[in-house]
Nanobody, 126 residues
Framework: QVQLVESGGGLVQVGGSLRLSCAASGRTLSRYVMGWFRQAPEKEREFVAAISWIGGSTVYTDSVKGRFTISRENAKNTLYLQMNSLKPEDTAVYYC???????????????????WGQGTQVTVSS
């Protein structure tokens, strides 16, 4: 069984930065697609970014391109999300997720992921 634990959320002002981490245990996730999702109050969970295990290719939702960077450190079984130039609309609970092993296509829909963390709150104040 895979456990995912997010950390690094908090309160930040507009234009600020945060770095989220997602520590995995129970299984090595080096051959898993890893993703970040977010959910704002009264909204559906939405895709933010994902990273493949093949060559580390990445995909982002348009609203975060150029501001967020997803990365992974397989030696630590950890996923990251560097968030810069934060905006109030980035306020949400952020979740990490894992899909695999050996998944070729990088999915964007939440239901396609197998494992989820409990989430970490990110609040951007103006």
């Amino acid at each position: 069984q895979v456990q995912l634990v997010e950390s690094g959320g908090g309160l930040v002002q507009v234009g600020g930065s945060l770095r989220l981490s997602c520590a995995a245990s129970g299984r090595t996730l080096s051959r898993y697609v890893m993703g970040w999702f977010r959910q704002a109050p009264e909204k559906e969970r939405e895709f933010v970014a994902a990273i493949s295990w093949i060559g580390g290719s990445t995909v982002y939702t348009d609203s975060v391109k150029g501001r967020f960077t997803i990365s992974r450190e397989n030696a630590k079984n950890t996923l990251y999300l560097q968030m810069n130039s934060l905006k109030p609309e980035d306020t949400a609970v952020y979740y990490c997720a894992a899909k695999g092993p050996d998944t070729i296509v990088v999915p964007r829909r939440p239901r396609e992921y197998d494992y989820w963390g409990q989430g970490t709150q990110v609040t951007v104040s103006s």
